[in-house]
């Protein structure tokens, strides 16, 4: 009996002590994430009221005088517009690509490695490295863009400098497809059961129907994970937009996160910069939501 | 009904794999070509960059040779920088115009009596970089406009000088070369010797030259530790992002995936993985002045620790580790280990791909880094690659010539393409491991 107290005792100890541990492991995680993540993000809300000033912060309250001026503002829904194009063309000429490169690669008889190393290298070219030499493709006097289209009698064409074609341009080399989206939604395919496939070879399915309605639907999820990721990611466009175009020509291609960062560090129109950001952040909630109920729904029809 | 191993195809299997094999290899040759034509157009004089038609191999520039000729008399009452002056002179003029010949090198001989006596060098890249206005501005050639320029090319160091005591071999001449010829006999008021011959060849190593002038540009934007030193600032922030995340990400994943009751564990993922849902661009500007009043807003620090902040990646960790079995350690906790040691001996030795995945995603993001770098890193002296890269991209044109950018970009690439060849086999393994599987 008393050896079963001390024991009990003693595996209690032992828990306590392993809880302690875990939370000094957890430390550092949880300092960066509440003075990175937690702070900023209430700090975002908190001053997107205010008229902040640096030199006296907050700075005066004005109420909701910031969501409104960013309302009223007529380059911040050009801006979402254009973001929202910018997506647009990103699924017309991409979104499709990196899935059936993925599932070539799942038909290959020989050579999957090689395949997938041709894929990944690529990507091992720095992303600003990348942008020049699209930059150099896309000149309008003497780049090759120019130059192929003329063997067609056609162009020339500005570009980067048409305010039609320019986010045509920045989202073309989405059409490559090629890097990790490969690799990840090859392995999605890797992890569809071959049970299935024999069934279906038992029922005689060719093998272009074995795609369609085993390789692909077990894709699925996958997909669905690229495009809320593709989605965010695009909302939050800035590198390439910044480098390469600067919102130009005009505002034909001037994103949301470009138009938070000129009132944020150019005009230092911080209160206002951060009610920006808040809108963005809500609209992205909205369109994720949105996305995933959608997917619930047809999940229903199934 | 087929065997399961028969090698037999059937024909629609066929046809998807001819289809396959042709997609693959095109898509494959598609994604190398950017990359193809980088390399190539890093092998170009910038003249070529931009012509019609296009050349899809290398068009090396050429090397020039310009003899001058100086009385023995002359020769003697002379010291070396009238030569340097010269030998400035008479380039600056062939480069001048030249400006639609591949003219990469110049070097200008000095010969009295037939005995070669010194050399100089003199390479457009730098020329180009140091000194850009002299292909920007005042096309008009006057004497005084020359001296000015030549001795403003002098300061910055455009011209090598050495004593040798031999011709090269003599290569091609051309129009081009009559057409200088003329020229230095115009200018033969600024030079003191004579022009004997103008001569160029073929190097193929000069197409060093985009190379070289991508080395320099950094020091010509005011960046005095030049390109190693923006590699070097580059490196600090993608090392401290890697040291960092597995520290502060692994400890927490581990910590969630093994010491946490399982329903605390939960809900500690959960508020972290929230936070993911907030873009962090959102937050930049507050993040920012919560740097500030910690006094990191311009230090390297201050790029480095709100990446620490990962999620994707802590729940990457906490895949992983979920996947080592929790037998092993029990039983090594039977065994009388404490957990502090489970963790260092057995659980770490087994998590090499797992930390090398996280090396492979962290350590590109790191290195290319640009919005908060360009936000936090204000001084010239802390630019990284990115930020001269930036500075190339929207100066295209003037100063920094496609070519040169080629040669920069590959050159910044090595980094990160080192890294995935060296941990590709790694990297295929944690990724498999940690729950990417979809």
């Known amino acids: ?302 | 009904m087929r065997a399961k191993n028969s090698i037999k195809f059937t024909p629609s299997e066929r046809i998807v794999h001819f289809l396959a094999t042709v997609l693959t290899i095109f898509y494959a040759l598609m994604l190398f070509f950017p990359i193809y034509w980088c390399i190539i157009t890093s092998m170009k004089d910038p003249v070529d960059a931009l012509k019609e038609p296009p050349s899809f191999v290398p068009t090396t520039p050429y090397e020039y040779d310009i003899v001058l000729e100086y009385s023995a008399d002359e020769w003697d009452g002379m010291d070396s920088v009238t030569f340097k002056k010269d030998a400035n002179v008479i380039t600056w003029t062939a480069f001048f115009n030249s400006a639609n010949a591949r003219m990469g090198i110049c070097r200008v001989y000095a010969v009295v009596d037939g005995t070669v006596q010194a050399s100089a060098t003199l390479r457009k890249s730098t020329y180009n970089l140091r000194y850009t206005t002299i292909w920007d501005q005042n096309l008009e050639l006057s004497a005084q406009s020359i001296l000015e320029r030549v001795e403003k090319a002098e300061e910055l160091g455009c011209v090598k000088y050495k004593s040798v005591s031999k011709l090269p071999g003599t290569g091609n001449t051309s129009d081009i070369t009559d057409l200088l010829t003329e020229k230095y006999q115009q200018s033969r008021d600024l030079i003191h010797g004579k022009v004997q011959s103008v001569s160029f060849r073929n190097n193929f190593w000069t197409f060093a030259e985009n190379y070289i002038a991508a080395w320099e540009y950094p020091k010509s934007i005011g960046m005095e530790g030049g390109l190693p030193q923006a590699l070097l600032n580059s490196l600090k922030i993608s090392v401290g992002a890697v040291i960092g995340q597995w520290v502060v990400c692994g400890l927490a994943g581990y910590s969630l995936s093994k010491l946490m009751p399982k329903r605390w564990g939960r809900r500690a993922l959960l508020a972290f993985f929230l936070t993911s849902m907030v873009p962090s661009t959102v937050t930049t500007v507050a993040t920012y002045l919560t740097l500030q009043s910690l006094g990191l807003a311009t230090s390297f620090w201050g790029v480095i620790l709100p990446m620490l902040a990962n999620a994707s990646n802590m729940m990457l960790f906490k895949g992983f580790f979920d996947g080592i079995h929790k037998d092993l350690c029990d039983a090594a906790r039977l065994d009388g280990c404490s957990d502090m040691s489970i963790f260092t001996r057995i659980c770490l030795p087994l998590s090499k791909p797992i930390f090398v995945t996280i090396g492979l995603l962290a350590f590109p993001a790191g290195f290319g880094d640009f919005f908060w770098s360009m936000i936090i890193l204000r001084d010239q002296s802390q630019f990284t690659v990115p930020l001269v890269s930036k500075v190339i991209l929207q100066s295209s044109g003037s100063s920094a010539s496609y070519t040169m950018m080629m040669a920069f970009g590959l050159i910044i690439s090595v980094p990160s393409i080192l890294m995935m060849i060296l941990g590709q086999k790694d990297l295929n393994k944690g990724m498999n491991f940690s729950g990417l599987k979809g």
């Open chain 1, 1 to 302: 009996m008393a050896t079963n107290t001390l024991l009990y005792k003693n595996r209690k100890k032992a828990k306590i002590k392993r809880f302690l541990i875990a939370i000094l492991f957890l430390l550092p995680a949880i300092v960066c994430f509440v003075v990175f993540k937690y702070i900023p993000t209430f700090q975002t809300l908190f001053y997107s009221f205010f008229r902040y000033n640096l030199m006296d912060p907050p700075g005066k309250f004005v109420g909701l005088r910031n969501y409104i001026n960013a309302f009223k503002s007529e380059i911040f829904w050009t801006s979402f517009k254009n973001t929202l194009a910018l997506y647009g063309w990103q699924l017309v000429l991409g979104f499709w690509v990196p899935i059936v490169q993925a599932i070539c690669i799942s038909e290959l008889v020989r050579g999957k490695t090689l395949a997938k190393l041709a894929y990944l290298i690529p990507t091992g070219i720095s992303g600003l490295a990348g942008l020049s030499i699209w930059k150099y493709i896309w000149e309008p006097e003497g780049g090759l863009a120019n130059q192929f289209m003329s063997l067609f009698g056609l162009g020339p064409y500005q570009w980067y400098g048409d305010e039609a074609l320019v986010k045509f341009c920045l989202r073309f080399p989405a059409i490559l497809g090629g890097g990790g989206t490969v690799i990840i939604l090859f392995v999605s395919i890797l992890n569809i059961s071959a049970e299935l496939y024999e069934a279906a070879k038992i029922d005689g399915a060719n093998a272009f129907q074995r795609i369609i309605h085993i390789t692909l639907p077990g894709m699925k999820y996958t997909i669905f994970t690229m495009f809320i990721l593709g989605l965010t990611g695009s909302l939050l466009a800035f590198d390439d937009v910044y480098m390469l175009t600067q919102g130009g020509p005009g505002y034909a291609s001037y994103t949301v996160v470009l138009s938070i960062y000129r009132k944020a560090f150019q005009e230092q129109n911080w209160g206002m910069a951060m009610a920006m950001a808040w809108i963005l952040c809500i609209i992205t909630f909205a369109i994720t939501a949105f996305v995933f109920w959608l997917q619930g729904r047809t999940e229903d029809e199934f």
